[in-house]
């Protein structure tokens, strides 16, 4: 199980300043911030109410490691207490650390009563005897047994807090977020520490598009393209956390040069049959859905049910002005002369799409130490655009814009289907050696598959007086793009010593990617527009980490990771085709040092990652469904590398919990999207390895509670970026920034209030910058069925109607903006209900793979936004 300690650190630092100074102290009980819920009543809640250390001290010493009784694994900061051997006041404590292990020094001979507890178990309570000549007690392993209660319904209590500073991350609890009710994946994503997703859903961590999305730590065919797509088909009320890591170890794939982002989905260890159901009804979009577990001693199953839809209209104007136009002149056909061309496109449109996904699990613990998960999940997604065209496009000096028709002035009756089906399915198998043991060995396997159609059909009809009738001109294009992945993986923890541990492991992924597609224009074939391509990749990889203790303040931990990766690329009828294979070392090192206040640490790292290109970035066809702004992928993309650095400053302190970054990313080799402009006007849009990127900047992640009923958080990052590219003569440099705000109040009779907002600055590209943009949600929630269901009503944007977004480049020979608007404002109902008799039962630590080796789609370029 994993806690958050931030809480019992507080009640830590209260006893080793009391202890400096030899005076007795009092401290109110501490429950822990991350323990579970679903708590049965009676279940221990509270540390010792009270801790007093002993005027009269000496070299005693009594340690031990508290662990599971049933799954054997450490029981983290556990409350550990010293009593006298008559009486309940205690004469000292502490807290275990991660490990399980606690260690009380400074005691005086005598007899004393061990008291340890935890929330969700029973509390233990153990004679110790401390004599002249024996005074060391080293108690071994302690076994604490889980405080189950048979329940007649659901009933949670305890609460996380919305967002938790961990040593290795920040975590995002949006289960605890009443604004998230009816939402999808990108409204949760938007409210992490140091997370930005755009209105259009574009991603970003710190500033960055090379960001890894993983599911329950581990990749999801749903992610292998096209992540702000990708985000639409999570229902938020899926979504129990999200995990935000800027500087992953080596056991970790490549990851994007910012960091992994994990969402953590909703389960429950809890024995018996139990359930949820929910249902949201909005403006903008609406969902149901279904969850069922049943778990009875070493047997576990679970399923669930999801479907959704929404609807987006969305307006864009294009003002461009391209120079070095070829234009015919004016009663020389045969003549031609170069001139200035200006483009004026107004669209109207209106998307509707839906789909649903399913998941069932299976665990199952054959023998003790031994544990056996099979896991499917299975997905389904269908998008329709329709849009309607205004394309203006004039020369200057009175030239015709050229023979061909689809460079004049037209109106288009557009649409655009997408519709995509996955799968992921996943086994793996948990060796664990004794109890107490960190020594663990696990073997797990995955297989993904992703197919995705995009096409599109057109109708062209004159500017002046279109007969909607009698089109003029008709295009259709069919495009089929398919991922699989196959993963096998081993891992092996070992301690060497109580102070020392080694982690070794193997990793083998096997990729194929696979794009057909065709362009009809007027019913007619275009070859040149027209293929079939297919694309290997192998990853071959090893990884070693060593993890040490360097005294009492310091701890370190040292990785390297080897890649080998062989790809192979392949035209229709080309001849030659394209292979590279090449092997990589990639170091990874962190160290900490615990500061003098409790809770409070200081962490530098470096590390150096990794990322091949996906299919978003791969896939040659070519999208000319507006002539006029041209997009296309780069099948013989290299991989790109970067260098991470960070420091990072840790604290907690009476429920105030301060994160400070400072961090440095460097990545050569960069892949950026790059805009060109032909002789006829035409901006083509695609991708290259043509940059250097340079980040430096700084981030501020605070959580406080007030009040009891209070709770606020926040994040503030600004960075300096510089972007620069011999191959295109162009750099772009300056400062970026971002800030949020998320905050809860409990107003009492089950009635709670959440208000979140966000600002962007301007973001900047290798060729342009995008504009501003802010956002902002209410949300109020009412908690009913003694505590079984809710009802929330949620708005989003509600005194504004519409988000514009613009995107602002320059080719050389084209200077363009692009705006988009992007109607968000929304309000929506949400009603949950859980059910069920239960009892509650710790967890068993799970493994999963982790594919995030891939620098996957995100709809924007640069250091942000899209067109």
């Given at each position: ?82 009593l006298p051997a008559t009486g309940d006041k205690p004469v000292d404590g502490t807290v275990a650390d991660d490990k399980g292990r606690f260690a009380i020094k400074g005691l005086a001979a005598g007899e004393y009563r061990l008291q340890l507890s935890f929330i969700g178990y029973g509390t233990l309570t153990q004679p110790v005897t401390l004599a002249d000549g024996k005074m060391t007690a080293d108690l071994g392993t302690i076994e604490l047994k889980a405080a189950t209660q048979q329940l007649a319904e659901v009933t949670v209590t305890g609460e996380r ?60 065919a749903v992610l292998a393209g096209d992540i702000a797509t990708a985000l639409k088909q999570l229902p938020a009320d899926q979504i129990k956390s999200v995990e935000v890591i800027t500087s992953p170890s080596a056991k970790y794939d490549g990851e994007g040069s910012a960091g992994i982002i994990n969402i953590v989905l909703k389960e429950n260890n809890l024995q018996g049959v139990n359930g949820n159901v929910g249902l ?588």
């Open positions: 199980m994993k806690h958050s300690f931030l809480p019992l650190l507080a009640l830590a630092s209260v006893i080793a300043s009391e202890a400096a100074a030899q005076a007795p102290a009092a401290v109110p009980a501490a429950r822990p911030a991350g323990a579970p819920t679903g708590i049965p009543p009676g279940a221990p809640q509270t540390a010792p109410a009270l801790i007093t250390l002993p005027t009269a001290r000496g070299n005693g010493r009594i340690s031990g490691v508290v662990v599971d009784g049933a799954t054997r694994k450490p029981v983290e900061y556990a409350t550990v207490a010293v807090p919305v967002v938790e500073s961990k040593p290795d991350r920040l975590v995002y609890n949006a289960a605890q977020d009443n604004t998230n009710k009816g939402g999808t994946a990108a409204d949760v994503l938007r409210k992490a520490p140091m997370v930005s997703v755009d209105p259009d859903g574009n991603l970003q961590l710190r500033g960055s598009g090379n960001v890894r999305v993983l599911i329950n730590g581990k990749p999801s949201a009804v909005g403006t903008r979009n609406s969902s149901a859905n279904f969850g069922l577990n049943a778990r009875k001693g070493r047997l576990g199953v679970s399923a669930s049910l999801t479907g959704f839809s929404f609807y987006a209209p969305g307006d864009q104007e294009v003002d461009r002005i391209d120079r070095g136009v070829s234009a015919q002149v004016v009663g020389q056909p045969t003549q031609s002369l170069v001139t200035t061309g200006r483009l004026s496109q107004r669209n109207d449109g209106t998307g509707l799409g839906g789909g649903g996904n399913g998941r069932i699990g299976l665990e199952f613990e054959p023998a003790t130490n031994h544990a056996l998960s099979l896991s499917l999940s299975s997905n389904l997604f269908a998008n329709r655009f329709d849009v309607d065209i205004n394309n203006r496009y004039t020369l200057d000096e009175g030239q015709p814009a050229g023979t061909n028709p689809l460079f004049g002035n037209y109106t288009r009756k557009q649409v655009m289907d997408m519709s995509s089906y996955s799968y992921d399915l996943l086994g793996s198998y948990t060796r664990s050696f004794g109890a107490g043991s960190r020594r663990e060995w696990t073997v797990l396997g995955q297989h993904s598959r992703n197919r995705n159609n995009r096409d599109y059909s057109l109708e062209q009809f004159p500017l002046a007086n279109p007969d909607f009738n009698n089109a003029q001109y008709r295009e259709q294009s069919p495009n089929l793009a398919r991922n699989i992945e196959s993963t096998l993986q081993t891992d092996y923890v070992h301690p060497l010593t109580d102070k020392q541990t080694v982690e070794v492991g193997a990793k083998m992924i096997q990729r194929t990617v696979y794009s057909d597609y065709d362009l009809y224009r007027n019913n007619v074939l275009v070859p040149s527009l027209s293929n079939k391509f297919d694309y290997d990749q192998d990853v071959l990889a090893g990884y070693a980490t060593f993890g040490t203790n360097l005294g009492k303040k310091y701890t370190a931990k040292v990785g390297t990771r080897v890649e080998r990766t062989d790809l192979r690329g392949n035209f229709q009828n080309q001849e030659n085709e394209f292979r590279l294979s090449y092997t990589n070392v990639l170091p990874n090192l962190a160290f900490t040092r615990s500061l003098k206040q409790p809770g409070s640490s200081l962490r530098a790292s470096y590390s150096r990652r990794i990322q091949r290109p996906s299919i978003f970035y791969l896939n040659p066809y070519r999208n000319e469904s507006d002539p006029r702004n041209i997009q296309q992928g780069k099948p013989d993309l290299d991989a790109e590398f970067t260098d991470n650095y960070e420091l990072n400053w840790n604290t907690f302190a009476k429920g105030t919990s301060i994160n400070v970054a400072l961090y440095s990313r460097q990545t050569n080799n960069a892949i950026e999207r790059v805009y060109s402009t032909d002789a006829d006007g035409r901006v083509l849009s695609t991708f290259g390895n043509v940059a250097r990127n340079q980040s430096y900047g700084i981030n501020l992640f605070g959580s406080a509670k007030p009040l009891p009923k209070w709770d606020i958080s926040g994040n503030i990052s600004a960075y300096y970026v510089y972007l620069s590219s011999k191959m295109l003569n162009t750099s772009n440099s300056g400062v970026v920034y971002s800030a949020n705000i998320n905050s809860g109040y409990k107003l009492g009779k089950g009635f709670s209030l959440q208000v979140f907002a966000m600002l962007n600055s301007p973001r900047l590209q290798l060729q342009g910058k995008s504009s501003p943009w802010q956002m902002y949600s209410l949300g109020l929630r009412k908690d009913l069925f003694k505590g079984k269901g809710d009802l929330t009503l949620n708005a989003d944007n509600p005194f504004s109607s519409y988000v514009k977004l613009s995107n602002d480049f320059d080719t050389g020979q084209s200077t363009s903006t692009n705006t988009t608007y992007v109607y968000n404002r929304g309000i929506r109902a949400a009603f949950s209900y859980r059910f069920g008799k239960l009892e509650n039962k710790p967890s068993r630590p799970k493994r999963s793979i982790r594919n995030d080796d891939q620098k996957a789609g995100d709809g924007g370029n640069g250091q942000g936004g899209g067109n």
